[in-house]
């Protein structure tokens, strides 16, 4: 039987990873995979997330299973930081999964049991996952056009032109802020105009949202998933506690489904704990537990949410850096997309070959397709990368 089995593609930034710890070089700078440094280089755990973490040690008496949607307490704690008090909580059913990839996952598996024909659209370009997903899932999807590689900002004009096409049913997936790869990202008078011709189309919106508290703040950034949940009938959501919370490995996320006919919202519920069913299971609840303790707890959520403000400030500040740096080093504004872009990504707009180079003759490591990220650098590292992106030329 195994040799049937084929080689499968590679996933091309964890690979840049292996790449970057086999490089001897001790002055190479890592802006690889999406994971959050300090100045120090460190992927630190949060304050309040170690706090509550002992905490937890103390006063936890069980590890007998927890609900097939995970913990109530910690869907009620996520409903309201991603959606705030946008729509009433009986509009909303949610299950806890394997961090937001899990909740990505099981949102295209809730798409195609509701709709085996589904087809899925994506921006161009996208997470690389959402797409090796859908692939393996064979779910049909379609690009829709996203990023002026000039400007390097959102090509708004030809993304409503290409979802002009959507048809009745088909899941648009956006993501909520914080674009990856590009951290170019939607204004609120493109969201707006996005909802209408969802609404028009009568398309499902599905929010993938990994990133909020990365780009202007906790509830600036969920202004999109906000704005398309209070007006449109259905949506998905797939939010991922990764990022904000700093607890990667702890695989927390959650899956969530916007209803305006609150009578289908015990259906979607059972359906989602369903889905956890076929799949794993009960949900990991270790990271879920201590989200839940600090987002509970008046005092651990205003610590968390400082330290992440501070985290958020100093990637503004590297951003301000590199921009102001590439100012003076080319003479031109032309790289001040970075300074106006915002979470841990930039995509750059250089070639193949000019990040090759980067890699080979500077020890910078980014990915393929020139995305950058910023909490990779420091005060420091940020001159040596604008001189050797002068130097390349890009
Ligand atoms: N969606 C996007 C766009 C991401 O960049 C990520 C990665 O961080 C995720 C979802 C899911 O991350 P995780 O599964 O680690 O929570
Ligand atoms: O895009 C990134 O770098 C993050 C982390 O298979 C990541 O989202 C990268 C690859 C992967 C899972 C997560």
């Not at 000039?150 to 290409?162: P, Q």
């Not at 990856?180 to 969201?191: E, R, V």
Request: aromatic share 8%; proline share 5%; charged share 25%.
């Amino acid at each position: 039987m195994f040799e049937n089995l084929k080689e499968q593609p590679a996933d091309k930034i964890l690979e840049l990873m292996q790449l970057y710890k086999e490089d001897p070089r001790s002055d190479k700078i890592d802006l690889g995979v999406g994971v959050y440094k300090d100045a120090s280089g460190n992927t630190p755990i949060m304050r309040a997330i170690k706090a509550a973490e002992k905490q937890l040690w103390e006063d936890e008496t069980t590890k007998s299973y927890t609900g097939l949607a995970g913990d109530p307490g910690f869907a009620d704690a996520m409903v309201k930081l991603v959606l705030g008090d946008t729509v009433p909580r009986e509009a909303v059913a949610a299950a806890a999964t394997p961090g937001g990839t899990g909740a990505v996952r099981q949102a295209f598996d809730l798409a195609k049991m509701a709709n085996p024909d589904v087809r899925v659209w994506v921006s161009d370009p996208t997470w690389p996952n959402h797409l090796s997903i859908l692939k393996h899932m064979g779910i049909p999807f379609t690009p829709y056009r996203y990023f002026d590689s000039e400007t390097r900002g959102v090509d708004f004009v030809h993304m409503i032109a290409d979802l002009t096409a959507v048809m009745p049913g088909d899941i648009v997936l956006l993501h909520g802020c914080c674009h990856n790869p590009t951290g170019a990202n939607l204004t609120q008078a493109q969201w707006k105009a996005v909802i209408e011709l969802l609404l028009e189309k009568e398309a499902v919106p599905m929010i993938d949202i990994a990133y909020q508290g990365f780009g202007d703040g906790l509830d600036a950034d969920a202004f999109g998933v906000r704005l398309v949940a209070e007006k449109m009938p259905e949506v998905i959501i797939a939010a991922s506690c990764s990022k904000n919370f700093g607890i990667y490995r702890e695989r927390t996320g959650l899956l969530m489904t916007v209803s305006k006919n609150t009578s289908r919202t015990k259906l979607n519920q059972q359906s989602l704990a369903y889905l956890n069913r076929q799949n794993f299971s009960f949900p990991p609840d270790h990271g879920a537990r201590l989200v839940t303790m600090v987002l509970n707890d008046a005092e651990l959520r205003a610590d968390w949410a400082a330290e992440l403000e501070e985290v958020r400030n100093s990637m503004l500040g590297l951003r301000e850096q590199l921009a102001g740096e590439l100012r003076q080093l080319t003479n031109s504004d032309k790289f001040d997309f970075i300074a106006q872009h915002r979470g841990m990504f930039s995509r750059l707009g250089a070639t193949p070959e000019q990040v090759a180079q980067l890699r080979k003759d500077h020890g910078i490591y980014m990915v393929g397709d020139s995305r950058l990220n910023i909490a990779g650098l420091n005060k420091t590292s940020v001159p040596v990368l604008a001189q050797a992106i002068a130097k390349v030329g890009i």
